[in-house]
């Protein structure tokens, strides 16, 4: 054998065991997630149904159910996407087309990169002593969305920014050509062309909003609820927190509760991701 079929066979033996270990980790990771799957429906299929949608939550399993949690839930991925999108496309446009590419841009891009892996209970702090405490808007749907908002706009400006980047410098410079402003390059042709990776980031930051759980209940959020939010200053809870409580109760009943919880809550992210995955597509188009 010459040196050469031999490396080719050292490197095709590489390439195949690289597979087989990826092949294995993908197995063992949906194999865990089906069994995780088939435990929540096993135990919440028979308690869901349309009073546990509808009801208020209870001392007594059986009638309990999810309506502020889930009306919390909306209202909050609303109040989120509302605070957060709009600031969070405006900064990664500003930082990438506007703003100049000194020292001070660099350690600005190097502490939104950094945001983005801050732990969650840090932005709960933050929220508590920010929005709380030092604005006074108390335990509120509107103190919960942003601090929601500040968790989530780092994603949202490091993927926008990528996907602006990625767009061939050849459309601006096409653009500029033909007498077009630096705005409307942006708006006309710039924005269009990146918006389907743009809402990829945004669907990735909405459905961290969905499930996160401790910076709501360290600004506050109540986990026993029996009204529903009446305006952005109102008292609020979410489903995750809803969860949260029924799970860490010993009775069994709660923990169906809990699964029949888990069930619509992946459904309410599931209906969301699919709508936002639809609008990217026919976007790309």
Known sequence: MTPFERHSLKQRTKD????????????????????????????????????????????RAAAAGI???????????????????????GAAIYLEEYGRKNWLGKLIEINIANLAGVPSIVYGLLGLGLFVRWMQLDRSLLAGALTMGLLVMPVIIISTREAIKAVPSGIREASWAVGATKWQTIWHH????????ILTGIILAISRAIGETAPLITIGALT????????????FT????????????????FHENAAAGIIVLL??????NSLAIILRNRFSK
Not at 190 to 197: E, T, V
Request: proline share 8%; hydrophobic share 60%.
């Open 16 to 59: 195949a065991l690289f597979q087989v270990l990826a092949i294995i980790g993908l197995l063992f990771a949906v194999s865990v997630l089906i069994i995780l799957l088939v435990n929540v429906l096993k135990d919440g299929l028979l308690r869901l149904d349309w009073s546990f949608i509808t009801s208020y939550p209870s001392r």
């Open 238 to 253: 979410v489903l995750p927190i809803q969860i949260f409580n029924w799970v860490s109760r010993p009775q069994q009943a």
């Open 224 to 235: 026993y609820v029996t009204f529903l939010p009446d305006s952005v200053h109102s008292p």
């Open 67 to 89: 309506i502020p949690g889930l009306v919390g839930t909306l209202l909050m991925v609303l109040l989120t996407a509302i605070i957060a999108i709009p600031i969070g496309i």
């Open 267 to 272: 459904i309410f992210t599931l209906v969301l």
């Open 190 to 197: 710039l924005l269009p062309i990146a918006f389907p990776s």
